[in-house]
Nanobody
Framework: QVHLAESGGGSVQAGGSLRLSCAASGDTYYRYCMGWFRQAPGKEREGVAYIYRETGSIYYADSVKGRFTASQDNAKSTLSLQMNNLKPEDTAMYYC??????????????????WGQGTLVTVSS
């Protein structure tokens, strides 16, 4: 069993910053891949950043590259997403997800994995 809990969402104006956190617990085998996703109203879920938990390798979606930075703490139990220069189009529910060993940089990998409850990010213009 893996448990994920996101925090840090809120409302900011365009150009502002927020930092999301994801507290992760449970079998590390099922946390081999970690990722941040978002889903805006009426849109499909989108992968934002993907992390190989053991190596720390990170892949970013083009839409957030250069503005968002994902990281994990030394204990590899907390995943963070620093979001800078936020835009109204970043408004969405943000989720943390985890998966057993697979292609960590592919969205489909997480379909059968563990998900947090989400945290809402609202960016106003």
């Amino acid at each position: 069993q893996v448990h994920l809990a996101e925090s840090g969402g809120g409302s900011v104006q365009a150009g502002g910053s927020l930092r999301l956190s994801c507290a992760a617990s449970g079998d590390t085998y099922y946390r081999y891949c970690m990722g941040w996703f978002r889903q805006a109203p009426g849109k499909e879920r989108e992968g934002v950043a993907y992390i190989y938990r053991e190596t720390g390798s990170i892949y970013y979606a083009d839409s957030v590259k250069g503005r968002f930075t994902a990281s994990q703490d030394n204990a590899k139990s907390t995943l963070s997403l620093q979001m800078n220069n936020l835009k109204p189009e970043d408004t969405a529910m943000y989720y943390c997800a985890a998966s057993r060993p697979s292609a960590c940089f592919q969205t489909g990998t997480y379909a059968s994995g563990a998900w947090g409850q989400g945290t809402l990010v609202t960016v106003s213009s």
